[in-house]
């Protein structure tokens, strides 16, 4: 399968605790972006990366939220001192941009975290 | 702030009937326009896409949408739906404008139930 892929695809935690979430793109895509959904609603952008470099993360929730794509392939997603709050869907993607064009997203299957 | 909304929370059909389902978007400048499926179980895939050209774009499994530049409106339609339709569908759309991080604002999602 050369999908999204993402890792864990269920995290369970305490409140408190740190989490950690992997995601591996469609090899030859630049683009990854991060997602959160909760019930009821569509997916929410977090941030997103141009190869390595993280282009946007004024809409991550928090500063307990923070994001990596140290060689430009894989990325992963950390979120510090859980709250319930944070129990949601998060979900990768990514894309292939050249230039100016635009492509679309390619989703993975998520991580689900519960957080008790 | 931009935004996407989808008319409808839930609805239910029979087989063969057919099926509109409303999306609307807030912004006036160009867009990126997308239809996502997310059947049960799985993850996000995209069913169709608009970039520019012919405002009638075909997708898989018989999907169409039209684009509707003077109403802000990207509709999808089946003229007539199978029980293996069942499923949540997503609008989402790029605003594209000096800035754009390419991310994706989506609607909160449509759930199509079809009864055989």
């Known amino acids: 399968d050369t999908g999204v892929s993402q890792n864990p695809r269920h995290k369970i935690t305490k409140r408190g605790q740190n989490v950690t979430f992997r995601c591996d793109p469609i090899?030859?895509?630049?683009?990854l972006y991060w997602y959160r959904q909760t019930l009821g609603q569509g997916p929410e952008f977090l941030t997103y990366f141009q190869n390595e470099a993280q282009l946007e993360k004024s809409r991550l929730l928090s500063d307990r939220f923070s994001a990596e794509r140290p060689k430009g392939s894989f990325s992963t997603l950390e979120i510090q001192r859980t709250e319930q709050g944070d129990s949601a869907m998060y979900l990768c993607?990514?894309?292939?941009?050249?230039?100016?064009?635009?492509?679309?997203?390619?989703f993975g299957p998520g991580t689900r975290l519960t957080v008790l | 702030a931009q935004s996407v909304s989808q008319h409808n929370h839930h609805v239910i059909l029979s087989e063969a009937a057919s099926l509109e389902l409303g999306c609307n978007y807030s912004y006036g400048g160009t867009v990126n326009l997308f239809w996502y499926v997310q059947y049960p179980g799985q993850h996000l895939q995209l069913l169709l896409k608009y970039f520019s050209g012919d405002p009638l774009v075909k997708g898989i499994k018989g999907f169409e949408a039209e684009f509707i530049k003077s109403k802000f409106s990207f509709n999808l339609r089946k003229p007539s739906v199978q029980w293996s339709d069942t499923a949540e569908y997503f609008c989402?759309?790029?605003?594209?404008?000096?800035?754009?991080?390419?991310?994706?604002?989506f609607g909160k999602g449509t759930k199509l139930s079809v009864k055989p």
């Open positions: 090899s030859e895509h630049n683009r």
């Open positions: 989402a759309v790029n605003f594209n404008y000096g800035g754009s991080q390419g991310n994706l604002i």
């Open positions: 993607a990514s894309s292939l941009v050249v230039g100016a064009s635009y492509n679309e997203q390619f």
